[in-house]
């Protein structure tokens, strides 16, 4: 299984937030759609730097579960995920069989 490509995906994004949070913290607006974990769609009344902290964590999760050779297990199921899944959102936690997760970016 080729995981460089999405190993690559997590540390942009992890770029991204780390570039996210640090304007936040400068009192700059950011337009978090794009940053936005899954199950996170909405504001929902979360303040944009807890939302984008708790992506950082799961993104630098993920790549620790990359390097250890666990990635790609769906959090709900325990099952696997596809490789098409993962190519679509490389920091996906569940699989398309899974509900996804209500509360947030946590099972
Ligand atoms: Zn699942």
């Known amino acids: 299984m080729d995981t460089q490509r999405w190993r690559r995906r997590l540390l942009d994004k992890l770029g991204e937030v ?24 909405g504001e929902g009344g979360v303040d944009p730097l807890t939302r984008l902290l708790a992506f950082k964590d799961l993104l630098n999760e993920r790549l620790a579960a990359l390097a250890a050779g666990e990635f790609g297990v769906c959090e709900g199921c325990g099952g696997g995920l596809s490789e098409a899944e993962l190519d679509q959102i490389p920091w996906v936690a569940r699989c398309s069989a899974c509900p996804s997760d209500p509360g947030g970016i946590r099972a």
Not at 18 to 41: N, S
């Open 18 to 41: 780390c570039a996210g949070i640090a304007r936040l913290k400068a009192g700059e607006t950011v337009v978090l759609a794009d940053m936005a974990a899954p199950g996170q769609a």
